[in-house]
């Protein structure tokens, strides 16, 4: 028995550390490593496993809405990066250059992608010619780098990976339409593939991506009540395209500036599953974004016949769709849950002697930890259904726990007194000035997270100042 307690022995309780109880698991799990490049992560098999399926998921949905792939170079000369001021300045902090190309230093230097809006710009002014050539609705994959001062796995690092959307309309109308379009493919991704409930609203100017119009968020609540800004939709007007020339021949023969979009989403999303779905004992994960759906664990291995029935097992979940692996190791049933709990797995499927000459076996799901038995003739439907109904409850449980952590603040005592004792979403109305913003920061350490799209009337008057409100806003503390 002591053996089975090792592997999560080591794991700090959320409870106690929250943020130690993530780094643990994100190691003990072994989804990432570190490497001799501070603030750059190694994405280990497990790891990178959960991006490709979260990668292949949402490049569907995108597709499903006329998103076209392409792939734009890592590097960003320095005067095309200067030509919108608001962006350049939102992201000179973070900007790495490249100076020298072999011993030779650069006439110009090069800056390292932080994000291709100036790529897509340049693009798209050779490419775009007429209205003919609109819309242009383009994706890529690619990996960007932010010189972050603080580095978290899959939070925050200086080199991430995410996919990045740029598209080109003939009208304002267009635009936002596309902007709201993909906010909602980004929000629906979250609830029904990786279960997380999400907030959609819009971002205060003072929170807007650089050089943006508007910027439109989804907002998740983690276990610890800290949010999460886990996608964004920008629409950016004609200010780009005016600063790049980026120009069409419209249909009555006059010149007109394009109006362009841009979204993304990143491997923070890996980091938003641990915070939302993990426990005590590690990983949970959503059987949809799982790498290893089912894993069959033979008890009394040795006995004969026992492993084979056990890769019979795995063969017919494998020949319904299932992605599921045999545990033959020689390590102890205990020590093999342990494991497979601490990895995530949704279900594993126990199969011993006695269960084989019975025709069953017994099924246990990950989250709930509930077991049931199964006759092995019903094995391939029971193991959908157990699967199905995880999906659906994980969302509900998150939901439940998101709404438990929201409050209401109608005066800055409420709002104080919160804050101070809890952690989670605070509604509360907003006159719409930033000096309110502002204080509350400097005073809480609580930003706007959104204004978000159903609006609710708590009062009349600002949580801060007490002047007229304008909006209901999401407050929180924020990863």
């Known amino acids: 028995m002591a053996e089975n307690k090792k592997l999560v022995e080591s794991i700090t309780s959320m409870e106690e550390d929250f943020a130690q109880w993530y780094t643990d ?3 003990k799990a072994e989804l990432i490593d570190y490497t001799s490049v501070k603030g750059c992560m190694v994405f280990r098999p497990a790891g990178y496993a959960i991006w490709e399926l979260i990668q292949k998921q949402l490049d569907e949905r995108f597709k499903a809405t006329g998103v076209e792939n392409v792939y734009l170079p890592m590097f960003i000369p320095e005067s095309l990066l200067n030509k919108e001021k608001d962006h350049v300045e939102g992201f000179a902090p973070e900007v790495a250059w490249v100076t020298h190309g072999g011993l030779q230093p650069l006439q110009e230097k090069l800056c390292v992608r932080p994000t291709s809006e100036t790529l897509f710009c340049d ?44 598209t080109a309309h003939a009208t304002a109308e267009e635009a936002e339409e596309r902007t709201l379009q993909m906010l909602n493919v980004y929000a629906d991704f979250c609830e029904e593939v990786l279960a997380i409930p999400v907030v959609k609203g819009r971002k205060t100017d003072k929170e807007k991506f650089a050089g943006a119009v ?14 999460l800004q886990s996608g964004t939709s920008h629409n950016f007007g004609d200010g780009f395209a005016k600063a790049f020339g980026v120009q069409f021949a419209d249909k009555d023969n006059t010149l007109k500036y394009v109006h362009q979009t841009s979204w993304g989403m ?76 601490m990895r995530g797995i949704p279900v594993r499927v126990e199969i011993g002697p006695k269960d084989i000459e019975a025709n069953k076996c017994v099924i246990c799901r990950r989250d709930t930890r509930e077991k049931l038995e199964c006759s092995l003739d019903e094995l ?45 979403f605070v509604k509360a109305m907003w006159c719409g000035e930033q000096a309110c913003e502002d204080k509350i920061k400097e005073e809480l350490s609580v930003t706007s997270r959104c204004m978000p799209f159903e609006q609710e009337e708590l009062s009349d008057v600002c949580v801060c100042c007490g002047k007229p409100a304008k909006k209901m806003v999401y407050w929180g503390r924020a990863y």
């Open 123 to 166: 693009y798209y002014k050779n490419v775009i010619q007429s209205y003919r050539d609109l819309p242009q609705v383009c994706n890529q994959w690619c990996s960007v780098v932010r010189w972050e001062k603080e580095t978290r796995p899959f939070l925050r690092s200086r080199e991430f990976l995410w996919q990045e959307g740029h």
């Open 266 to 341: 990143t491997t923070r999303l890996i980091g938003a599953v641990i915070m939302v779905h993990g426990d005590n004992s590690g990983l949970v994960l959503p059987p949809k974004i799982a790498p290893t759906q089912v894993m069959v664990i033979p008890i009394m291995q040795k006995k004969e016949g026992v492993l084979e029935k056990a890769a019979e097992l795995k063969d017919r979940l494998a020949a319904k769709g299932f992605r599921v692996k045999v545990d033959d190791t020689d390590k102890s049933p205990g020590w093999k849950f342990s494991e497979q709990e």
């Open 214 to 227: 508007a910027t439109y968020t989804i907002e998740a609540l983690m276990h610890d009540g800290k949010a």
């Open 25 to 27: 698991v994100v190691k």
């Open 380 to 424: 391939e439907a029971k193991i959908g259904e157990v699967l199905e109904k995880m999906q659906v409850e994980m969302l509900e449980n998150a939901r439940a726990r998101r709404d438990a952590q929201t409050y209401v603040a109608t005066n800055m005592e409420e709002f104080r007194a919160i804050f101070a004792e809890k952690s989670g």
